[in-house]
T-cell receptor
Framework: DAEITQSPRHKITETGRQVTLACHQT?????MFWYRQDLGHGLRLIHY???????NKGEVSDGYSVSRSNTEDLPLTLESAASSQTSVYFC??????????????FGPGTRLTVT | GIQVEQSPPDLILQEGANSTLRCNFS?????LQWFHQNPWGQLINLFY???GTKQNGRLSATTVATERYSLLYISSSQSTDSGVYFC???????????FGKGTKLTVNP
């Protein structure tokens, strides 16, 4: 079955280290998204991509970067991890429904702890 | 930007009870989705509902876009319904979802 996967599912890292979270989807969706979830804030958009070589900043993009070299993958990189980036990270991709509208589906999440 | 408010923030029910969750949004939207985040953290799609009413088993949803709200109905609640329910919207030509802060539902046996 087509799906969206994230790895690792859990990660502990130290302040200042570079960390990359992987997201892979087999639906051949053009549109992919990264969100973070924190208590009291719900889910907030970090970066998104509408296709290969396309990347855009979301609401909380500082300290994060993405690259899109193929349709299936959108890795999220924390250039220099900070304690404020301790969070649960969700990747999503969107499926075209109708009338120009899309429905997003989410991966299982990655719990990142920065010590 | 658009504000998405969900109510109530917390809800405790006994098994078998019915409930209504509300999502208000501050501006016009072109899409709305409801999600259930289960106790293991997984986000599960419930409804894609930019307008109108849909039903799926014990769950149904109604979106009245002109009045800027959506309702999620849960009937005959079960313990497996526990978790956090989110609504999320998109505006204009954007596909970026803006989430509410969720309603935490606890269903007791």
């Amino acid at each position: 079955d087509a799906e969206i996967t994230q790895s690792p599912r859990h990660k502990i890292t130290e302040t200042g280290r570079q960390v990359t979270l992987a997201c892979h989807q087999t639906w051949n969706h053009n549109n992919m998204f990264w969100y973070r979830q924190d208590l009291g804030h719900g889910l907030r958009l970090i970066h998104y991509s509408y296709g290969v070589q396309d990347t855009n900043k979301g609401e909380v993009s500082d300290g994060y970067s993405v690259s899109r070299s193929n349709t299936e993958d959108l890795p999220l990189t924390l250039e220099s991890a900070a304690s404020s980036q301790t969070s649960v990270y969700f990747c999503a991709s969107s499926y075209y429904r109708d009338r120009g509208l899309y429905e997003q589906y989410f991966g299982p999440g990655t719990r990142l702890t920065v010590t | 930007g658009i504000q998405v408010e969900q109510s109530p923030p917390d809800l405790i029910l006994q098994e078998g009870a019915n409930s209504t969750l509300r999502c208000n949004f501050s501006d016009s939207v072109n899409n709305l989705q409801w999600f259930h985040q289960n106790p293991w953290g997984q986000l599960i799609n419930l409804f894609y509902i930019p307008s109108g009413t849909k039903q799926n088993g014990r769950l149904s949803a109604t979106t009245v876009a002109t009045e800027r709200y959506s309702l999620l109905y849960i009937s005959s609640s079960q313990s497996t319904d526990s978790g956090v329910y989110f609504c999320a919207v998109t505006q204009g030509g954007s596909e970026k979802l803006v989430f509410g802060k969720g309603t935490k539902l606890t269903v007791n046996p």
